[in-house]
């Protein structure tokens, strides 16, 4: 029995890649990736909807290590509700949040099979890479941002002109606790941009690592403003790992350009209105040897032609 086989044509990945693709048929490939994405992030939500409710209890912890929080049985107050629907408003937020972290892996590739083909192969490899660090990097923000809430509460309750009064509004609390993980956790992103100006060659190490004063008050600066904690400890946590994060951006630099070979450019130590010396190393001209008969044996030497004959051009008889 025979069988037809039917060969397999070239996917929307690799037509895209090598630009065969039509206007029309990347419009249709955008509608298809936004529609995966979306059902992911769907997906998630389903699944965020039965975690919202852990989710939340962990972010009302710095509220219930307030003092005064709890009641005699060590119980935690009860937030307070402005509308019958703000619990459940609340906890679908809570759970797109959730969604979107737990369909990040598949909204995040269709992202990057839409944009990866209009990049060369060096580009894809160092997006990889630099993907792969920002998650880390927003991870350890958030994390901090958590830290710094839990310490710098108590702060802004008791410095309040209403006093210590410790039940609060439930989705202003929220909001101000998830607006401080997603701003802390960007702010962790900083030593990308570094790293990106270094690897794209539009800024060298030795030109990042003199910028180390401004970017430290800058640091600072940001940490006095983002942290809700006027006192020494979140600003200065804060200030402190976007410094270290800079100083640890700037050495993967220096690598970098020690594997380039950067700065050893015959113009690297000249300036951009100065002319560049030229080095020329003049090597003398010297005969060559003579070269010898290296013919099959027995066969006659070439002979040599004889030598012109120096004579004026009327001396011909």
Not at 10 to 22: C, I, K, L, Q
Not at 38 to 62: C, N, R, T
Not at 230 to 247: I, K, Q, V
Request: hydrophobic fraction near 50%.
């Amino acid at each position: 029995m025979a069988f037809a086989l039917r060969k397999r044509g070239p996917s929307e990945f690799e037509r895209a890649a090598d630009g065969s693709m039509t206007l029309m048929e990347h419009v249709r490939e955008l509608r298809n990736r936004l529609f995966r994405a979306s059902l992911a992030i769907v997906g998630g939500l389903i699944g965020g909807f039965w975690l919202a409710q852990p989710a939340f209890d962990l972010l009302k912890e710095p509220y219930c290590r307030l003092p005064g929080a709890t009641d005699a049985l060590g119980n935690c107050q009860q937030f307070l509700l402005l509308s019958p629907a703000d619990g459940f408003i609340l906890k679908l937020k809570l759970a797109l949040w959730i969604g979107l972290i737990i369909g990040a892996p598949v909204w995040l590739y269709q992202l990057w099979a839409f944009i990866a083909p209009g990049l060369h192969r060096h580009e894809r490899k160092w997006a990889y890479v630099f993907v792969s660090i920002a998650a880390p990097l927003f991870a350890g923000g958030a994390v901090l941002a958590y830290l710094v809430v839990d310490k710098g509460l108590a702060f802004l309750l008791e410095a309040g002109v209403t006093g210590t009064s410790t039940q609060l509004e439930v989705t202003r609390y929220i909001s101000f606790v998830t607006n401080m993980i997603l701003l802390f956790g960007v702010a962790f992103e900083f030593p990308l941009i570094l790293l990106m100006l270094n690897f794209t060659g539009v800024a060298s190490a030795k030109r990042l690592l003199s910028w180390w004063r401004a970017v430290i008050f800058i640091c600072f600066a940001f940490a006095a403003v983002a942290t809700p904690d006027p006192g020494p400890f979140g600003m200065t946590l804060l200030a402190l790992s976007l410094s270290l994060l800079y100083f640890v951006a700037v050495g993967v630099a220096f690598l970098n350009d020690k594997r380039r070979g950067r700065g050893k450019e015959v113009y690297a130590g000249v300036a951009d209105d100065e002319v560049s010396p030229l080095q020329l190393d003049d090597e003398p001209v010297v005969a060559t040897p003579a070269v010898e008969f290296s013919g099959p044996v027995g066969a006659p030497a070439p002979v040599a032609a004889p030598a012109p004959i120096d004579r004026r051009y009327d001396d011909m008889t």
